[in-house]
């Protein structure tokens, strides 16, 4: 048997802010011989204005050899704990969601299935989620205006704690490329002009507005320009499917910071005719708005005071195969959920994960584009259920929001709804991206209370917990009293 050829080059095409994120994890993983070069094009993509905002712990940081407090220290970055929904269960509603370890048991017996119980015996299900905010460690913290590190401490509620990771994707870019060995890589500037394609469906070059023309053996296409070009040239294309959303446009700019701004953790806003991201950052606030055609207006994000604003056209929509032949697609030219929950940003480190953790290999990938694509179609489920689900949760009343409420569901989200609904028991999936409580917080907090609890629960004697229970709150209480301001911008606490 013949070796196969080692892959001698890799070419990523894409915003700055999308093309760093995936370019500085493959520098690590890639074997000395494959050398990668970078063309930042002008085109649109998530990178373009946008925030992410993602859990501290994820693998991307680890694998990539981040060291949060000094991302921190070198960067526009913040630190949060979650994200303020406002008007979502109607006018001047207010729920703070956001990754939540898990909340004690009692005998082996959930929290929040105690707190149904208890409920039920006063014929009020609907106190539920009344009765568990007690419990909640980050909603109490980020009510507080407080935010402490659980690191180095194993056992503790602050454990609850999931401290998230706030930066804009074009300084997270710059932070990365400033890290970066020169020598690996090959960074241009330029506009993809034309494709020329090669037999089993395969790139064999890009050629730029300028003339220079770029070979590699994978090109990874992270604005959709590449694959349009090369939909051209094959006549084919990956099948994609749409879910037909209310909200048709993006917007999204910048506000500087003002005297005294003591904002946080983000905030997601649902508004007549559209939902407004709000991102804190030490320099000021990234705004992105999802709007219906007709709802930008009234909403006011027609009007927002922010500079750089830009608009584009917004769809969900997700690629069949992603990955085919010697072509790569990423961040949106592969699948789009929008800016609600940091959505593409959390995908795209899902992709540059994947696809690192398939290589080296040799140039022919069959094997490699084929586990790539389920990869992908998991996480890609996985994000689509948790954005999705709020959205059809909703309680407001008008038409977008409505409409909202009207959506498919997809059958992972709703196996997930109807167990919750009939027993208060969440279904999970293989290599789950959101935590089991912040499910739980998310379903009991938008009104989706159990018919009925656990049977465990019922054996527990529910006046002898009522110390108990009041010792957990009281601790948990004195656990925020006793945690620093949370104060930007925050170091991470080792």
Not at 60 to 66: G, H, L, V, W
Not at 447 to 467: E, F, H, N, S, Y
Request: proline share 6%.
């Amino acid at each position: 048997m013949t070796d196969q050829p080692h892959l001698a080059k890799i070419a990523l095409f894409g915003a700055s802010g999308d093309v760093w994120p995936v370019a500085a994890l493959l520098a690590g993983s890639l074997p000395d011989q494959t050398k990668l070069t970078i063309v930042e094009t002008s085109g649109s993509g998530i990178g373009t204005n946008g925030a992410m905002v993602v859990p501290a712990a994820h693998r991307y940081f680890e694998r990539s050899q981040i060291d949060i407090a000094d991302l921190l220290k070198r960067s526009d970055a913040s630190v949060g704990i979650g994200i303020t929904h406002l008007g979502w269960l109607g006018a001047g509603s207010e729920l703070f969601l956001g990754p939540s370890g898990s909340m004690p048991k009692i005998n082996g017996v959930p929290l929040h299935q105690i707190m149904l119980r208890a409920a039920m015996l006063h014929d009020d299900r609907r106190r539920l989620a009344h009765l568990l905010e007690p419990f909640r460690l980050p909603s109490r913290a980020a009510a507080a205006g407080k935010l402490s590190w659980p690191a180095g401490e194993a056992g503790s509620p602050k454990q609850m704690l999931g401290p998230q990771i706030q930066i804009g994707m074009n300084a997270f870019a710059e932070y990365l490329r400033g890290r970066s060995t020169r020598d690996r890589f090959e960074t241009l500037q330029g506009i993809a002009s034309a494709v020329a394609t090669g037999g089993e469906n395969t790139v064999r070059s890009v050629l730029l507005e300028d003339g220079r023309e770029i070979a590699a053996d994978i090109f990874i296409d992270l604005s959709g320009e590449i694959s349009d070009f090369a939909v051209l040239e094959q006549g084919t294309h990956p099948k994609q499917s749409v879910f037909e959303f209310p909200f048709s446009q993006l917007r999204s700019g910048f506000i500087p910071a003002a005297e005294g701004q003591r904002s946080f953790n983000p905030a997601a806003e649902a508004i007549e005719g559209g939902l407004m991201m709000r991102t804190t950052l030490p320099s000021g606030t990234i705004i992105e708005a999802l709007a219906s055609e007709t709802g930008h207006e009234a909403a006011g994000i027609g009007n927002l005071p922010a500079s750089d604003m830009t608009c584009a056209d917004f769809r969900m929509f997700s690629t069949a195969d992603p990955w085919s032949g010697n072509l790569v697609r990423m961040g949106t030219a592969a699948c789009a959920l929008g800016p609600y929950h940091s959505a593409d940003r959390l995908l795209l480190l899902e992709q540059a994960l994947h696809f690192a953790e398939l290589l080296p290999a040799s140039a022919n990938m069959a094997a490699e584009a084929q586990a790539y694509n389920a990869r992908q179609a998991a996480s890609f489920s996985q994000v689509r259920d948790r954005v999705l689900a709020p959205f059809l949760l909703n309680h407001r009343t008008d038409a977008a929001w409505t409409a909202c409420r009207e959506v498919d569901v997809p059958e992972s989200l709703r196996i997930r709804m109807d167990q919750f609904a009939a027993r208060g028991r969440l279904v999970t999936f293989e290599h789950e991206i959101t935590d089991e409580q912040e499910w739980i917080d998310l379903f009991i907090g938008f009104g989706l209370i159990p018919d009925r609890c656990d049977p465990l629960a019922l054996t527990l004697d529910m006046q002898k917990l009522v110390p108990v229970l009041g010792r957990i709150a009281s601790d948990l209480g004195a656990i925020v009293a006793a945690m620093p301001d949370h104060k930007a911008p925050f170091r991470a606490q080792g």
